[in-house]
């Protein structure tokens, strides 16, 4: 029913301060098994019933967590998910966001020949609502459990898209926020790969925004390899040239990264593409019911 | 963040970047008093965040003392239009006198070290064709471009230096000399956390030195913490005075020319895909505007105050998605500053998630001509209407419509 994460999936998370504790809380309320947070100093006490440790391989080694939830500020971030690594967690959840370009450019070559997969930094997180997982900061009430996989560079975008889904009856299988930096761990690639090969998902809506090539990257690989249907919108069709939208990567340069050449990217590959933001959920409900 | 030249310059100058001998002048006066220390001729050039300058009339030779001050007076206070500044041009209040530089057989080249994305690693670029857009080279003559990829682990090496010191057959007696520019222009990216550092032209004198007769560079705004002497380099004249009002409250906000659509959204994302629905309903945005994640009434507040400074707003759209953010909390920002700030103009709020219910309800009760919709389209809709003056009705709803006047919404 999921990709990544699941009902046996054991949550540390970094980052105990107001921010981490109050989703480590909300987290814990819609079903995550979280079993420990990570505060350096704290080590030894509980925090609203979450044991403490002041790192991270101590706290796998007590509580066998094979994920890590960072809540870190941006200073200390690309430490935190290089820790995380070290422990070789299977997967590391960054949601901090303004983590420097440079730190995330050691941290990511830090990562690689190592167990841990990434997601974010300046991520929503993820979410699987019929294995009851959720290892981020989305509302977990907007979702459902279902047979569609969600992945999008945005926040509040992609809880448009679900609640669309969810409006509609259509559940989801697992929705990944990968990020809105320039630098991040999974790409909108190796998600939809993810849910390519996951026997649950049957259908994939993929968010992307302007700025650098990594909704056409995906769309390359969708049209070589995936036979699911893929439902997709970019945002920032009206965004004007080198100004930076608010995400640190998302910033048309040099005519480079425009909302009009990834939709006819993805159109080439055939992505249903919907112009407006209010469509997503009507065209998935249409192509799964042309399906059935 | 972006910097003047002669900032750049000085920061490049602290790695050992070879630059020529130059200082600011904001007034006529210093202008010459520099000119007469650097000796004539000297370059007065005009210092805003905007390329094309030489060609706007931004860059000019003075033979003397007479010309260097002559035209410091013209240049200081003038309008500089070029194609990256718009119509309406920049006021230059800063200019960079500078040793005038012999030209004569002198080689004009391209060096940039960059943040690239798809490799996430920083590349160094070069070209032959010095003065013109690296861009143009590009789209030309992708070839002429010698790039470099630097390995994170270990930075940028001296092997890399000379592959592009050999590429762009500088004389051998240069090459030294040429590695060690380009590796303290590397050491300067990486130092400073830049993500931009061009040197267009890198001039090679006739003599054989290499010098950077032009300097760009954009810093990492997530990195700027770290870096309060840069900081520092910040110019506010240079940006749009709403935008920096806007920052000051931790806003997002960007305004787009033409539109009469304020925008408030939570999310850039969602912020993005607010502007291009108004524009798929016929309207045209006024702004981007990202409230973010944990707003509060005071920050709704100032929002409203910035989008109610620019005068092409004729309509509202909040757009708001609670996940973090409670749409209680929303409304009650809303209907303080409506009433605070006297809002004339129509509003139209779609809200969703979190205590979405009761956020409904409290619009309803304010007795404000508030209009609203779950969908993001109608309201789209609605809102590109009221500005056309279509018929809408600018009447509050009665608040006895909401009955029962649920105490703690849904949920």
């Known amino acids: 029913m999921s990709v990544l994460v699941d009902r046996n999936t054991r949550v540390i998370v970094q980052g105990m301060g107001k921010h981490g504790t109050f989703h480590a809380m909300a987290c814990r309320e819609y079903g995550t098994n979280i079993v420990g947070g990570i505060t350096p100093g704290k080590g030894g006490t509980t925090i609203e019933g979450f044991p403490m440790f002041n790192t991270v391989q101590e706290a796998v080694r007590k509580t066998g967590a094979n994920c890590s939830l960072i809540f870190v500020p941006p200073p200390g971030a690309a430490d935190a998910i290089m820790e995380a690594a070290d422990a070789d967690l299977a997967l590391a959840v960054c949601i901090t966001e303004g983590v420097p370009v440079l730190d995330m450019m050691r941290a990511s070559t830090f990562l690689k020949g190592k167990t841990t997969r990434l997601i974010g930094p300046n991520c929503p997180g993820i979410i699987s609502p019929g294995e009851k997982c959720k290892i981020g900061i989305m509302p977990g009430h907007i979702h459902m459990g279902g047979s569609v996989g969600v992945v999008s560079r945005s926040g509040t975008l992609t809880y448009e898209a679900v609640g669309q889904l969810t409006a509609l009856g259509i559940g989801q299988s697992t929705c990944i926020g990968i990020g809105g930096d320039p630098i991040i761990g999974t790409t909108h690639r190796m998600a939809i790969e993810l849910f390519n090969k996951d026997k649950a998902t049957k259908a994939i809506v993929m968010i992307g925004e302007i700025g650098g090539s990594a909704e056409e990257d995906a769309a390359a690989y969708i049209k070589a390899y995936v036979k699911k249907p893929v439902i997709g919108f970019i945002a920032g069709q009206t965004a004007p040239e080198g100004r930076r939208m608010g995400h640190a990567g998302a910033i048309i340069s040099g005519g480079k990264g425009t909302a009009e050449e990834k939709m006819k990217a993805m159109r080439a590959a055939g992505i249903h593409v919907v112009k407006s933001p209010a469509d997503m959920g009507a065209m998935v409900a249409k192509i799964l019911g042309k399906k059935k | 963040?972006?910097?003047?030249?002669?900032?750049?310059?000085?920061?490049?100058?602290?790695?050992?970047?070879?630059?020529?001998?130059?200082?600011?002048?904001?007034?006529?006066?210093?202008?010459?008093?520099?000119?007469?220390?650097?000796?004539?001729?000297?370059?007065?050039?005009?210092?805003?965040?905007?390329?094309?300058?030489?060609?706007?009339?931004?860059?000019?030779?003075?033979?003397?003392?007479?010309?260097?001050?002559?035209?410091?007076?013209?240049?200081?206070?003038?309008?500089?239009?070029?194609?990256?500044?718009?119509?309406?041009?920049?006021?230059?209040?800063?200019?960079?006198?500078?040793?005038?530089?012999?030209?004569?057989?002198?080689?004009?080249?391209?060096?940039?070290?960059?943040?690239?994305?798809?490799?996430?690693?920083?590349?160094?670029?070069?070209?032959?064709?010095?003065?013109?857009?690296?861009?143009?080279?590009?789209?030309?003559?992708?070839?002429?471009?010698?790039?470099?990829?630097?390995?994170?682990?270990?930075?940028?090496?001296?092997?890399?230096?000379?592959?592009?010191?050999?590429?762009?057959?500088?004389?051998?007696?240069?090459?030294?000399?040429?590695?060690?520019?380009?590796?303290?222009?590397?050491?300067?990216?990486?130092?400073?956390?830049?993500?931009?550092?061009?040197?267009?032209?890198?001039?090679?004198?006739?003599?054989?030195?290499?010098?950077?007769?032009?300097?760009?560079?954009?810093?990492?705004?997530?990195?700027?913490?770290?870096?309060?002497?840069?900081?520092?380099?910040?110019?506010?004249?240079?940006?749009?005075?709403?935008?920096?009002?806007?920052?000051?409250?931790?806003?997002?906000?960007?305004?787009?020319?033409?539109?009469?659509?304020?925008?408030?959204?939570?999310?850039?994302?969602?912020?993005?895909?607010?502007?291009?629905?108004?524009?798929?309903?016929?309207?045209s945005p006024a702004n981007f505007l990202d409230v973010g994640g944990g707003a509060n009434a005071d920050q709704i507040k100032n929002a409203f105050r910035i989008l109610m400074a620019d005068k092409d707003v004729r309509a509202v759209f909040i757009n708001i998605f609670g996940g973090i953010l409670r749409c209680d909390v929303l409304a009650e920002g809303v209907i303080a500053a409506v009433k605070d700030l006297g809002v004339k103009v129509p509003i139209v709020v779609r809200m969703k998630g979190n205590k979405e219910e009761l956020g409904k309800q409290m619009l309803l009760n304010s007795g404000l001509a508030f209009q609203t919709a779950d969908n993001m389209m109608v309201a789209a809709k609605k809102v590109v209407a009221s500005v056309s003056g279509a018929p809408v009705s600018a009447k509050a709803k009665p608040a006895s419509k909401a009955k029962g006047l649920a105490k703690g919404g849904r949920k």
């Open chain 2, 1 to 283: 963040m972006k910097i003047h030249e002669y900032q750049g310059k000085a920061v490049l100058r602290k790695f050992g970047v070879k630059v020529p001998d130059g200082e600011p002048a904001f007034t006529p006066e210093e202008a010459v008093s520099i000119g007469n220390r650097l000796g004539y001729p000297c370059v007065v050039k005009a210092q805003i965040h905007a390329g094309g300058r030489g060609k706007g009339g931004g860059v000019k030779l003075a033979k003397n003392r007479d010309e260097v001050k002559d035209l410091a007076e013209k240049m200081l206070g003038m309008t500089l239009v070029t194609h990256q500044t718009g119509p309406e041009g920049r006021v230059v209040k800063r200019v960079l006198i500078e040793q005038g530089m012999n030209l004569e057989g002198a080689r004009e080249m391209y060096l940039a070290v960059v943040m690239d994305r798809e490799s996430q690693r920083p590349v160094v670029m070069a070209s032959s064709a010095g003065g013109v857009d690296i861009e143009e080279t590009a789209a030309k003559n992708p070839k002429a471009i010698l790039k470099q990829y630097v390995d994170p682990s270990v930075g940028f090496q001296a092997f890399q230096a000379r592959q592009i010191a050999f590429g762009l057959g500088l004389p051998n007696a240069v090459v030294g000399q040429a590695v060690q520019f380009i590796r303290a222009l590397y050491d300067a990216f990486e130092k400073t956390d830049s993500s931009l550092l061009e040197i267009n032209p890198w001039m090679l004198t006739a003599d054989g030195v290499l010098y950077a007769l032009d300097a760009k560079i954009n810093f990492d705004d997530n990195a700027l913490d770290r870096h309060s002497d840069l900081r520092a380099y910040r110019d506010l004249d240079e940006e749009e005075p709403l935008e920096v009002e806007a920052s000051k409250h931790s806003l997002n906000y960007i305004k787009l020319p033409g539109g009469n659509v304020g925008c408030m959204v939570n999310g850039a994302g969602l912020a993005m895909a607010t502007m291009d629905i108004i524009k798929l309903a016929g309207g």
